[in-house]
């Protein structure tokens, strides 16, 4: 037992050795940083492995489909599910950390879209059903015929549930996208970052906000949709990586400040 | 380095752990900490009791667990976590609270991935509603009703069924905030070394065998080690982060 350092006399010095790179925000910088980075490269793998696949409504295909899909290309299946958003909306955690340190004069907003980013997160990833799919589909590989119509309406449920883009998964997506043109805003109205972040971030949240809504509950304008989304994530893509280069210039400023 | 006097100041007058709320905050998570302990022994010995290690594998064989024994039933898909989950967010404030001045973005990052993975995982428990379907699976009149509430209890059993790719997210969650829960606590130094290495190695342990469990179930031997290692580091971690935070709520500074 190190009851030494457990000495009430001794937190003080403690705490003097412990105002660390955390302490300061340096570590919390760079990995906002690196999130942002990670979810370019995440959202760039998505765009070219999509490439001259034919876009559909996830809800078109049937489930006996998709549940061969798992089997035959499962990175095309997790993909198409929502696995690429649960990875980004994962990432974007200590982005937001990283703007409550930021924005210290707006400390309410950045709060309340913080908030409203992390309920949107828990709840898309509680509804999103891509691994639960991936489950059946194991079991539907090697199930006999007379248990499959049983495991399809299995899978039919889970796909109404959460496939992504679909009323299922839509709540989540759309509280992060609020949070994310609520933080937009705050950028436009702080000299944090630049103007052309927060414009460049309230133009792509907004356009993925019209996207999710149409691909949810406008299933027969999905063309459109996607026409929409497009532009989307270009605008999101050139976000992150302004976003990644400030977030590393103020490491770099609160390190000098030491 | 050099470090602004006034934020020393700052930190050692807002921390004083002399105050009421900090002592609180550290009998709660010390005794959120060794209560879990007291429900993994229960788990445990459950395992050892007779039928205990009964488990099933298909959806018809769930109803019929449920039905005859639902206590055993719910346990199987979760109920103890439900538990020990509840019993960790206690213990997972207060060492965020403890630590918030020292190590305050890796503290504040873990406690956000652990209350997200607690929701997710309240979200996706099934233990309940298999027990409610069970019932109705029992009471159906008609085949036609047995096939669709066996549908109904598959579709559950793909999202709720603990360690399979359904749970993954919940618990791969947990484990991330654990492991970097127990790095900050490392840091920190402000709690015993001892808990902090031992949460990292059962918490790494533990996130290896959920990641082996959900996606190579084939690697059976491995798993049950990894799962064993992970579980007995993980208790230890949980026995003497409590002990810890028990101690440090004792302490005075004279404020």
């Known amino acids: ?206 356009v993925m906000l019209i996207f999710f809504s149409l691909a949810a509950f406008l299933p027969d304008h999905y063309d459109t949709a996607m026409l929409i989304s497009a532009p989307g994530g270009l605008l999101l893509v050139a976000y992150q990586l302004m976003l990644a280069r400030r977030f590393f210039q103020l490491a770099k400023s609160e390190r000098m400040d030491q | 380095m050099s470090i602004p006097s006034t934020a020393i100041q700052q930190q050692t007058t807002r921390h004083a752990p002399a105050s009421s709320p900090w002592r609180s905050v550290c009998i709660l998570g010390g005794a959120a900490a060794l209560l879990t302990v007291l429900t993994a022994l229960i788990e445990m010995l459950i395992t050892f009791l007779p039928g205990g290690y009964t488990s099933a594998g298909t959806v018809i064989e769930w109803f019929a667990l449920l039905q005859a024994n639902p206590f055993l039933g719910m346990r199987n898909l979760g109920l103890l976590n439900i538990i020990m989950t509840a019993l960790s967010i206690p213990l997972i404030f207060a060492l965020y609270w403890v630590h918030r001045d020292t190590t305050p973005a890796s503290a504040a990052l873990a406690l956000i991935l652990a209350l997200i993975g607690l929701a997710v995982f309240y979200a996706t428990n099934r233990a309940f509603p298999m027990y409610d379907l069970s019932a109705r699976y029992a009471a159906a009149s008609s085949e036609a009703e047995r096939a669709m509430i066996s549908a109904a209890g598959q579709a559950m059993l793909s999202v709720g069924q603990s360690h399979t790719p359904g749970t993954f997210l919940a618990f791969f969650f947990s484990e991330v905030a654990g492991i970097l829960m127990a790095v900050v606590v490392l840091r920190g130094r402000l709690l015993n070394r001892a808990a902090a290495l031992a949460g990292l190695v059962g918490y790494s342990f533990l996130l290896v065998f959920e990641v082996l469990s959900s996606f190579v179930p084939s690697s059976h031997q491995a798993i049950l080690v990894i799962a064993m290692v992970g579980g007995l580091a993980n208790l230890t971690w949980y026995i003497l982060a409590g002990i810890s935070l028990f101690r440090l709520s004792r302490f005075t500074n004279g404020r």
């Open chain 1, 1 to 206: 037992m190190e009851t030494n350092t457990l000495n009430p006399q001794n937190i003080p010095t403690a705490r003097l050795a412990l105002v660390t790179a955390d302490a300061r925000g340096t570590t919390l910088y760079r990995v906002a940083a690196l999130m942002s980075l990670l979810i370019v490269l995440a959202g760039l793998t998505d765009a070219i492995t999509s490439m001259g696949v034919e876009a559909y409504d996830n809800r078109a295909a049937a489930i006996s489909d998709w549940l061969a899909l798992f089997q035959d290309d499962s990175f095309a299946a997790f993909s198409r599910l929502g696995l690429i958003n649960i990875i980004t909306l994962s990432l974007g955690i200590p982005i937001y950390l990283a703007f409550q340190r930021a924005f210290q004069q707006r400390r309410a907003l950045v709060a309340f879209a913080s908030m409203l980013f992390f309920i949107g997160t828990a709840v898309y990833l509680s509804s999103n059903t891509v691994f639960p799919l991936y489950a059946l589909s194991q079991q539907y590989a090697t199930a006999p015929a007379a248990q499959k119509p049983m495991l399809e309406a299995a899978g039919q449920a889970l796909l109404e549930q959460g496939a992504d883009l679909t009323p299922g998964t839509f709540l989540g997506l759309a509280f992060t996208q609020i949070a994310g043109i609520l933080i937009a805003t705050t950028m436009l109205r702080s000299a944090i970052f630049s103007r052309w972040t927060g414009r460049l971030g309230l133009a792509g949240f907004s």
